[in-house]
C-alpha cells in the first residue's frame, strides 16, 4: 500500500512533536555528577543524595531548602507546591522545588505524615573558613540530622498526649526482640517477644516507625504487608545493624560502663534489638548525644496481652474509626500534664499482672482520697508543670529553644511545690514511703530555677536565631549592642549634635 503525501506529512510533524516533547521532559532520576550540564553545586547536591539515597534532601540554599530531580518531583506532589526547574542536564530540565527555611517545620510534619524520610543538609563552613582552605565552589554542606517518623523531638509534630515509639525487631539464635523507644521523652524498652506474640506486643505499642533487618521477610517472622496496621511504616536497614555483639559495646558506650550488668539482664536478642536503636539515632542524629533513661526490660507476662483484633474492639485508646476521641482513654483521662496523659495512656496500654505493683499504685491513689489537701496542693502544682521529658530531650539533641529552657526553670518550681504538698501531709499513708521518694526526687536546686528566670526575659522566640531572649538589665553589653541595633538614629542624631556643640559648624 503506497503512503499518500499528506500521510507522510502527519507522520513527520508526530514525530517533530515526539521529539520536542522528549527535549522538554524533565530529568527526573540523579544523573552522574560527571554529566553535562552538571554544576558544582548540583554536584555537591548529588554526592550528599548519594550517602542518603533513602531520604528526601533538603539542600540549605540562603533562605530556602531547595530540592532536586526525583526529590522535587516527589516533594511537590505530597506538599502540592509549585515545581519549577533549574538548569539543563544532557540537554533535559532539572526540577526543582523549595521551602523557606523559616516554615520549614510545616512542611516537614507533612512530608513525616506521609511516611517520608527527610535529611537535612546545612552549611557547615563560612566563606572565611573556605578561604583560608583555598577552596573554590560551593561552600560545604553537609547533612546535620535526618528526620524519621520515629525520631521526632518537636511539639509541633507530636501529639503532647501521646508516645512516638521507634521500634526495633532484633533476633539471635531463633529468639526475637523487640526494643523501643522515645525520643523525645528519653523512654527506653525492650522485651524478648514469643514469635507467636509477635504482633500482640506490635499493636501495644503502636508505633510511629519499626526498624527490621533488610534480610528476606521469612527471618523476622513477618508475611509482606504484616504489619500493616501495627505500625506508621517500616525501614529496612543492613543487617550488621543488628548483631547482638556490636549491640552490647554501643549500649556500654551509651551509659558509659563496661558492662550493663548493673542496668538490665538482656539475652542476645535484647542487645541486637537495642543496639539497632541506639546506632540508628546515632545515625539521624548525626553523633549527637542521647539522652536516653536506663533501659528497662520488660519481662514476659508482666502486663497483659491483648491480640490487635481484640484490642480493636475494646476501643482502648482508639475507636474502631481510629479517633481517639471516644475510646476509653478520652472518658477516664483526667490528667493535667502531656507527661501524665502519656503515662495513663501507656498504662492502660498495657494492664499490669503483678498484684504488688498494683496494690502499689492503688495506695498512691488511695493516699490523695485519704488526704484531700495532699490531692489539692499536687494538683495546684502540676497545673503550671511544663512537658519537662521533651523539653530536656530537644536540648540535649540541640533541636530546643529558649522556652525550653524556660520550661526547666518552671518545672524545677513546680516540682518543688509538690515535694511541698507532700512533706505536709497530715496523715500516717500507708503510701508514705513512696511519697517520701517522691518528694526527695522532686526537691531540684530552686537556685538554678531563679538563675534561668533572671536570664530569660518575659515575652520568649520560638527559636534562639529569632534573638531578643536575654532580659534588658542583665547584661549591660548586650544591651549597648541591641540599642546600636534598635536606635541607630536616634544616637546618630545625639552623635551629629554633640559634633555641632562642639565645632561649631
Known amino acids: ?68 530531580f526525583r526529590d522535587a518531583v516527589e516533594a511537590s506532589e505530597a506538599l502540592d507546591i509549585t515545581l519549577t526547574k533549574r538548569g539543563k542536564v544532557e540537554g533535559q530540565d532539572v526540577p526543582m522545588c523549595g521551602v523557606p527555611v523559616h516554615a520549614a517545620e510545616t512542611y516537614l510534619s507533612r512530608l513525616i505524615r506521609q511516611g517520608f ?66 525520643l523525645s521523652t528519653g523512654d527506653f524498652f525492650v522485651e524478648t517477644v514469643a514469635r507467636d506474640r509477635l504482633h500482640d506486643t506490635l499493636a501495644r505499642l503502636s508505633g510511629a516507625e519499626l526498624i527490621a533487618s533488610d534480610q528476606p521477610a521469612a527471618d523476622h517472622g513477618f508475611a509482606d504487608g504484616a504489619t500493616k496496621g501495627l505500625v506508621s511504616c517500616v525501614s529496612l ?108 495512656a501507656s498504662r492502660i496500654a498495657a494492664p499490669l499482672t503483678d498484684i504488688r505493683r498494683i496494690n502499689q499504685r492503688l495506695d498512691l491513689v488511695d493516699a490523695v482520697m485519704t488526704e484531700p489537701m495532699l490531692g489539692h496542693g499536687l494538683t495546684d502544682a502540676l497545673s503550671s508543670m511544663p512537658d519537662l521529658e521533651r523539653a530536656l530531650s530537644r536540648l540535649s539533641l540541640g533541636h530546643g529553644g529558649p522556652r525550653d529552657v524556660a520550661a526547666l526553670a518552671r518545672g524545677i518550681e513546680a516540682g518543688y511545690r509538690m515535694a511541698e504538698a507532700i512533706d505536709q501531709r497530715q496523715s500516717d499513708l500507708i503510701a508514705a514511703e513512696d511519697l517520701a521518694a517522691m518528694a526527695s526526687i522532686l526537691k531540684a536546686p530552686l537556685d538554678l530555677a531563679a538563675m534561668i528566670t533572671a536570664v530569660l526575659s518575659d515575652d520568649l522566640p520560638l527559636l534562639a536565631r529569632d534573638g531578643g531572649f536575654i532580659r534588658k538589665g542583665y547584661h549591660p553589653g548586650l544591651d549597648d549592642l541591641k540599642s546600636l541595633r534598635d536606635e541607630s538614629r536616634r544616637l546618630i542624631s545625639q552623635l551629629q549634635r554633640k559634633y555641632i556643640d562642639e565645632t561649631g559648624i
Open 1 to 68: 500500500m503506497t503512503t499518500t503525501p499528506s500521510t507522510s506529512a502527519e507522520n513527520q510533524t508526530q514525530a517533530d512533536d515526539a521529539k520536542a516533547v522528549e527535549v522538554l521532559t524533565p530529568m527526573i532520576d540523579f544523573p552522574d555528577s560527571n554529566a553535562q550540564g552538571v554544576t558544582p553545586m548540583l554536584a555537591q547536591f548529588l554526592a550528599v543524595k548519594d550517602a542518603h539515597a533513602d531520604c528526601l534532601l533538603f539542600y540549605r540554599m540562603g533562605d530556602f531548602y531547595e530540592m532536586f
Open 117 to 182: 524520610r527527610v535529611a537535612i543538609c546545612e552549611q557547615s563552613e563560612s566563606p572565611e573558613e573556605a578561604k583560608k582552605k583555598g577552596n573554590k565552589g560551593p561552600l560545604r554542606r553537609d547533612v546535620v540530622r535526618i528526620v524519621t517518623p520515629g525520631t521526632l523531638v518537636e511539639d509541633e509534630f507530636l501529639p503532647p498526649r501521646e508516645n512516638n515509639f521507634l521500634i526495633a525487631l532484633g533476633q539471635s539464635g531463633g529468639e526475637l526482640a523487640l526494643s523501643w523507644v522515645d
Open 237 to 344: 536497614r543492613p543487617a550488621r545493624l543488628f548483631s547482638s555483639k556490636d549491640g552490647e559495646k554501643h549500649l556500654c558506650a551509651l551509659y558509659g560502663v563496661a558492662t550493663m550488668d548493673g542496668i538490665a539482664s538482656l539475652s542476645r536478642a535484647d542487645y541486637a534489638a537495642a543496639g539497632a536503636l541506639v546506632q540508628y539515632l546515632d545515625q539521624t542524629q548525626k553523633g549527637r548525644p542521647l539522652r536516653l533513661k536506663p533501659i528497662a526490660k520488660v519481662t514476659s507476662g508482666a502486663v497483659m496481652e491483648i491480640d490487635p483484633a481484640s484490642r480493636r474492639s475494646l476501643e482502648i485508646t482508639r475507636t474502631l474509626s481510629g479517633q481517639s476521641k471516644g475510646s476509653l482513654l478520652s472518658v477516664i483521662d483526667q490528667t493535667i500534664t502531656a507527661a501524665g496523659g502519656r503515662q495513663l
